[in-house]
């Protein structure tokens, strides 16, 4: 059974920098595709973008291109999204999600991160 | 980018009644569209896959269908435990992106 364990909450000044890990368990993660979805409070889902821990290079939604990075370690399993110069619309739930188009599709249970002054 | 239309954006609906939500999208995305229900405070959880693939565990009273750009999601007798937020996905190319929502509410 896969599992995605995420990190903590987090509040963070505007103008900074977030670091949102996603821990996955089995033996899933160098093959399949790790997403990172954003959901602000009572809003949709956003996708942000996405990486392949094998070919380690990400895709990122232009609206983000720039702001966010996400990496994969491959000895801990673990991706992690960075989302920098925040600002109070960021706040929101992050995601991190394998999205396949498939049957496999298992998500984190979400990440809060608050940017306030 | 691919645009996900959903409609309607909220329906009430009572205990048995049969409901469709449709999604349009802005251009073809063949068969890469995906359904998930999301209740308060919990992640989204896939109900259909590739239009029509229903995933496992869930029950048959959902189903899919659709091609091309128009594409539908219905229950075919609510149960209690159905009234929750359904969106659609595409996945067909980058960057994935997911309809508005549809809030289904107890009449």
């Known amino acids: 059974q896969v599992q995605l364990v995420q990190s903590g909450a987090e509040v963070k000044k505007p103008g900074s920098s977030v670091k949102v890990s996603c821990k996955a368990s089995g033996d899933t993660f160098i093959n399949y595709p790790m997403s990172w979805v954003r959901q602000a409070p009572g809003q949709g889902l956003e996708w942000m973008g996405r990486?392949?821990?094998?070919?380690?290079?990400?895709n990122y939604a232009q609206k983000f291109q720039g702001r966010v990075t996400i990496s994969a370690d491959r000895s801990t399993s673990t991706a992690f999204m960075e989302l920098s110069s925040l600002r109070s619309e960021d706040t929101a739930i992050y995601y991190c999600?394998?999205?396949?188009?498939?049957?496999?599709?298992?998500w984190g249970q979400g990440t809060l991160v608050t940017v306030s002054s | 980018d691919i645009q996900m239309t959903q409609s309607p954006s909220s329906v009430s609906a009572s205990v048995g009644d049969r409901v469709t939500i449709t999604c349009r999208a802005s251009q073809g995305i063949s068969s890469w569209l995906a359904w998930y229900q999301q209740k308060p405070g919990k992640a989204p959880k896939l109900l259909i896959y590739a239009v029509s693939s229903l995933q496992s565990g869930v029950p048959l009273r959902f189903s899919g269908s659709g091609s091309g750009t128009e594409f539908t999601l219905t229950i075919s007798s609510l149960q209690p435990e159905d009234f929750a937020t359904y969106y659609c996905?595409?996945?067909?190319?980058?960057?994935?992106?997911f309809g508005q929502g549809t809030k289904l509410e107890i009449k």
């Open positions: 990486i392949i821990p094998l070919r380690e290079k990400p």
């Open positions: 996905q595409q996945a067909n190319s980058f960057p994935y992106t």
């Open positions: 999600a394998y999205i396949t188009g498939s049957t496999i599709d298992y």
